[in-house]
């Protein structure tokens, strides 16, 4: 159940992304299909992250040091890019324009996942 809201979670950040920065966009007809592409792509951003983005943080360690953790909002905004890339490998209608609205979009993202999930039920809790 836990994966399911984390999914959903990861939908509205990327809804509140698609209406903030120019040049992320959803390219649907209706409203279902809309989200369903929120659905889609969150469950892919939810997988790139989960998976690639502990490994590059190992590999990278040195990286993070150096720049004090502010080479994070570039492997964020490389993932958004990679999630945006296996996306259209499935026909999702999902498209980033480039680097500078994907490292915009990974930002509010991140910040809109962060507050939804202050509201959400922790592990802990249960």
Known sequence: MSLIIRVIANALALWVAVLLVDGIDVS??????QVITFL???????????????IVKT???????LTLGLIGLVVNALLFLL???IAGLFDV????????PAFWGAIVVTIVSWVVSMFLPDKKDS
Do not use: M
């Not at 649907?28 to 299909?33: E, V």
């Open 83 to 85: 999630t945006e890339w």
């Open 28 to 33: 649907t007809q209706d409203t279902t299909s």
């Open 40 to 54: 889609v792509v969150g469950a892919i951003f939810g997988v790139v992250n989960a998976v690639i983005k502990p």
């Open 59 to 65: 590999v990278g360690c040195l990286f993070y040091a």
């Open 93 to 100: 209608p999902f498209h980033v324009d480039g680097f500078w």
